[in-house]
């Protein structure tokens, strides 16, 4: 009796705790916005913040989406951007075609965002499906893989529309057999021109608590025990009756959709969306990965405040000049080293400021 | 006749793939890291040999010379900085990040230095192309020493692992580093040693890459590290002789694939063919299946 | 690690916050020079052509200044790196805005400059772009180009190639991952039908794979194409070049503008090249005033100007001449600098180093003729 009850007491603070840890989160983020809202209504915003918001909130969301899969699923994959790829050209493509017939931005974006997490969370469950049985290094390996593959496809497909209809091609313009009067929508390496400039910081943050609330109610949910048992050891989690290609499955699909919802958000942001390998290639994948770890694996708050951080910092070195990316580097390499290696962790405890505040408080009540 | 062209370009192509993946998977299988950064590494090597060699006019020798050594030097030095202080850090994750960082520190360094113009990398190998079947055929020179010193590199990396003492204190140190220490090998100078042989050969694989495809920018490295860590799983994490055929491979089937599919695609063959090789064989073509126990 | 939190959670508002006070303070208070900003990769893989850019226009600027500025007013050169990125080249410019930009010189690069071109022509600023070659890249009435369009270049080559016989049986090497390749690719595979031009071999590379073209170059051989024609950068065609001498491929080579610099690559054995046809609006000795900027590039950066560099020095003189056209002053606001200098663009006829004449239309694209270039005993001959 008395175990079950502190049993129960300890399920309720733990509960409690997560809430709380929760809210501070969603707490982050709504005050940034209302800050930020704030200050640009009274015009103490620079141009260049407020051109970066709709890609702070784009980046935030493809690192928790990359958290879920890195840090719950303990899995690691360095095809990400080709989801948020997918995610880019399916909500640009539904949205150039749907441009005349909704002409309405309220009821069109958020159609196209569907469209492209739907799309990207399709792909993320196709490839699940062979992939997930590999491990480590050769599963990080074939995410690259896709990620690549999805690119240069991309690169290569033509679609253009008609009266008739649809036509597709992967060769070039003419080949489309285009009649008078149609429209070319994707162009190959030219991609698509003229997607609608619907993405604005609102919506952006609307899609960052939207990105936490799920990913973090999952993380709690009984689904997201069974992930990070399966994380922590598979075999274990297999005895006692998990199954672990639905749950690898889940997070992975859950992963890639938000993943395309962050491409439909930067699609719409730019007039131009191409498939370069500076915006949706492996240095892409890579950098995603880079948010998540130095804002810890797993840690979901953490991978906001690092995917920002990491997003302002090369525009903010933009005084330096051509030193500007030499210091980014630089400041990438301390950055990771004071927050992971165990040296500076160990520093870090005994300078801290709990800990000062502790000794002075112990210091006092010596004297 | 031209089916045996396009298999000796592959070989060609390949061979290059092969000679970074080789030195790609010492790093990978001894200090199980990715070293991102290998790529830049082979950079800075090319870069040391073209300016010795084509600027101050140096014969090739003394230039690559330089370059191993630096290169070494830069390992080892790397090594110490960026990645040795992670060594224990709770997840193998970090120092991969750091590795990143240090490749876009060099090439931001580099492409300070010596701007970001195309640089014509001359060619250290002086042996004419052969022709073979009324020159219908031809085999480049650098294709002949690629592959040669491929060989070379391979079977004295294998004998020097197998049979030398630091390389079985480098495979004691890869299966298990407490265990090694405890067995008294410097687990500390090992890893050192193994990125500095790394890196020696990154300058030797840079010099013989830009010999081949005789242009150099401070982002030459990128693409050919990709494809190395690409090789290196393709062959199976950590096997000499893996890194040796997954580069060949690879390089025949990128030729293949333009040759006979479609030179537009050619990236989706090459990624695509990996992708089903993986999932046939899960850990690479002579990678070991390594049982999970509880 | 929960103090760590702390300590980054305050390092960020403190920087977000320094961030937005730099913008405040943004300078635009003196109103004795005319601010350019320029846009361009000056990092990343495309970073050749950005800093080519980059320095031509300063050259242009430092002269101008030096010789009395513009309506008697200095100009203020400020370029900002974008990496060949879209989002990138989009923060460049709103760094350029918070830095008080009156016009804006770029972006370098297609994609990027159309992203940049929805902003300009949304803030009504003028937009004048050295090398965006993309249709797109000058859709609104605000913006202009000096070079010319994929399109025109891939037709009139089409054009070239089939009037003076240079070939019956084409083969076309292109990159497959890059906007401007594939736009010229495009309008000349479409001339080629219509002219009844014979494409033998289509064959593309990526920004991933291009390093070795033995195969692309190994199929057009065995389809016996006697011209090949290279809608790519200099860079890569300096590979194919070597790589098509070793296996003893001779065939003519066509070329466009980015085949412009291939002589000025370090280090690079020049009769490789020999005897390779381009279509370009200029070389170092394409006019006299080429030759002076010419000299006078490679005087204060150690190299030959290729035509990036001379679209940017030409851009520079356009801004002034424009702006001396409308008698403009530095106070005026971006808006209206803007409005006068569109009104302006179509009446000046503009002489520089990419040709003679130039005049723009309202569609912002130029007339100007490209001249054919043959490489003759390692110097760029004009045919």
Not at chain 3, 104 to 115: D, E, H, K, M, R
């Amino acid at each position: 009796m008395q175990k079950e009850k502190i049993n129960l007491i300890s399920k309720f603070k733990n509960a409690n705790k997560n809430f709380k840890s929760n809210c501070i989160t969603y707490g982050i983020i709504l005050a940034a916005f209302l800050l930020i809202q704030i200050l640009v209504s009274a015009g103490a915003v620079s141009n260049l913040i407020k051109g970066l918001l709709v890609p702070l909130c784009t980046y935030a969301i493809l690192a928790v989406s990359l958290n879920l899969t890195v840090g719950i699923l303990g899995e690691l994959s360095l095809g990400h951007a080709g989801f948020m790829c997918v995610g880019a050209f399916a909500g640009a493509f539904f949205s150039k075609c749907m441009v005349g017939a909704i002409p309405s931005a309220i009821i069109r974006f958020p159609l196209a965002i569907l469209i492209g997490a739907v799309c990207a969370g399709f792909f993320g469950f196709l490839i699940g499906i062979p992939v997930l049985r590999l491990k480590g290094d050769y599963l990080a390996i074939v995410t690259l893989a896709f990620g690549e593959i999805v690119k240069n496809i991309i690169n290569c497909l033509y679609v253009g529309r008609d009266s008739k209809g649809f036509h597709f091609s992967m060769e070039d313009t003419a080949s489309l057999g285009l009649e008078e009067g149609g429209e070319v929508i994707i162009k190959g390496a030219q991609g698509i021109t003229g997607t609608p400039n619907d993405s604005t910081f609102t919506i952006g943050i609307v899609l960052l608590l939207i990105t936490l609330f799920i990913v973090l109610n999952l993380i709690h949910s009984r689904d997201g025990r069974a992930i990070m048992a399966i994380r922590d050891n598979t075999i274990a989690a297999e005895s006692v009756g998990i199954h672990i290609t639905k749950y690898k499955l889940m997070a992975f699909s859950i992963s890639a959709a938000l993943a395309g919802v962050a491409g439909v958000l930067y699609a719409h942001n730019l007039s131009t969306l191409t498939a370069l390998p500076k915006n949706f290639g492996y240095n892409q994948s890579i950098m995603i990965l880079v948010f998540v770890v130095l804002g810890g694996i797993g840690n979901i708050r953490g991978s906001v405040i690092s995917a920002v951080i990491l997003t302002l910092l090369p525009e903010l070195l933009r005084g330096l000049k051509d030193y500007r990316m030499l210091i980014y580097a630089v400041i990438l390499i301390a950055m990771m080293l004071f927050n992971w290696s165990p040296k500076c962790r160990e520093l870090r405890e005994k300078y801290s400021f709990k800990q000062l505040l502790a000794k002075r408080k112990n210091k006092k009540e010596a004297a | 006749m031209s089916f045996i062209q396009y298999l000796i370009n592959g070989i060609s192509l390949g061979s290059v793939y092969a000679l970074i993946a080789l030195g790609y998977t010492m790093v990978y299988g001894i200090a199980k890291m990715l070293n991102f950064a290998h790529g830049d590494v082979i950079m800075v090597g090319a870069f040391t040999v073209y300016t010795l060699c084509s600027t101050l006019g140096l014969p090739p020798a003394v230039g690559i010379l330089v370059a191993v050594v630096l290169c070494t030097c830069l390992g080892i030095s790397i090594e110490k900085v960026a990645y040795k202080p992670l060594r224990k850090a709770a997840s193998p994750l970090a120092v991969l990040i750091t590795a990143i960082g240090v490749s876009y520190l060099l090439q931001n360094a580099v492409l300070l230095i010596f701007g970001a113009d195309t640089k014509a990398f001359t060619s250290v190998v002086p042996i004419e192309p052969i022709k073979l079947a009324d020159g219908q055929i031809s085999i480049s020179g650098e294709t002949l020493v690629t592959v040669l010193v491929c060989l070379v590199i391979m079977v004295s990396l294998i004998l020097f692992i197998n049979k030398s003492k630091v390389g079985q204190a480098m495979l004691a140190v890869s299966e298990d580093k407490g265990a090694a220490q405890l067995m008294g090998i410097n687990v500390n100078s090992t890893i050192a040693i193994t990125f500095a042989i790394g890196s020696a050969l990154a300058a030797v694989a840079g010099v013989l890459y830009c010999s081949a495809y005789p242009s150099l920018t401070p982002y030459t490295g990128s693409m050919p590290g990709i494809k190395a860590f690409v090789a290196a799983v393709f062959g199976g994490i950590g096997s000499i002789p893996g890194a040796f055929i997954g580069g060949i491979l690879l390089g025949i089937i990128e030729t293949f694939g333009k040759a006979y599919i479609s030179s537009q695609l050619s990236d989706a063959i090459v990624f695509g063919v990996l992708i089903v090789v993986l999932l046939v064989k899960p850990s690479g073509l002579l990678g070991k299946n390594i049982q999970e126990k509880v | 690690m929960k103090n760590m939190k702390k300590v980054i959670s305050l390092a960020l508002t403190a920087v977000l916050a320094a961030s937005m006070l730099t913008g405040c303070g943004g300078n635009k208070a003196d109103s004795d020079t005319f601010r350019i900003g320029g846009i361009g990769p000056t990092t990343g893989g495309a970073a050749i052509y950005g800093t080519a850019v980059m320095n031509a226009a300063q050259l242009a600027v430092d002269e101008i200044n030096a010789a009395g500025g513009v309506n008697g007013y200095q100009l203020a050169l400020n370029f900002q790196d974008d990496e060949h990125d879209a989002e990138k080249s989009v923060n460049a410019y709103n760094t350029l805005r918070d830095w008080g930009a009156q016009i804006i010189l770029g972006s370098v690069t297609s994609a990027p400059c159309i992203a940049v071109a929805e902003k300009t022509q949304a803030d009504n600023v003028f937009q004048i772009t050295p090398s965006g070659t993309a249709v797109d890249c000058v859709k609104y009435d605000n913006a202009f180009r000096v070079c010319f369009s994929d399109p025109t270049q891939g037709v009139i080559s089409a054009q070239y190639i089939k009037e003076n016989g240079l070939g019956t049986k084409v083969a076309v090497i292109y990159d497959s991952s890059d906007t401007y390749s594939t736009g010229i690719y495009e309008s000349f595979a479409a001339e080629a039908a219509t002219l009844g031009l014979e494409i033998v071999a289509t064959e593309a590379f990526t920004a991933d794979t291009n390093k070795d073209f033995s195969v692309q170059l190994q199929k057009a051989k065995d389809a016996g194409a006697d011209l090949l024609f290279l809608p790519i950068y200099y860079s890569e065609s300096a590979l194919i070049l070597s790589q098509a001498a070793q296996i003893e491929y001779a065939p003519v080579i066509f070329s466009v503008d980015g085949m412009d610099g291939i002589l000025g690559v370090e280090n690079f054995d020049a009769s490789l090249a020999e005897g390779v046809i381009f279509l370009s609006p200029f070389t170092s000795t394409v006019n006299a005033k080429a030759e002076v900027f010419s000299a006078a590039y490679e005087e204060k950066y150690g190299e030959i100007p290729n035509q990036f560099a001379a679209d940017a020095y030409d851009a520079v003189y356009i801004i002034k001449q424009a702006l001396e056209q409308g008698n403009a002053t530095p106070d005026m606001s971006e808006s209206e600098l803007c409005d006068l200098l569109k009104a302006a663009m179509v009446e000046i006829e503009f002489s520089g180093t990419t040709g003679n004449s130039i005049t723009w239309g309202a569609d912002g694209e130029p007339t100007k003729e490209p001249i054919v270039i043959k490489i003759v005993d390692g110097v760029y001959t004009i045919m």
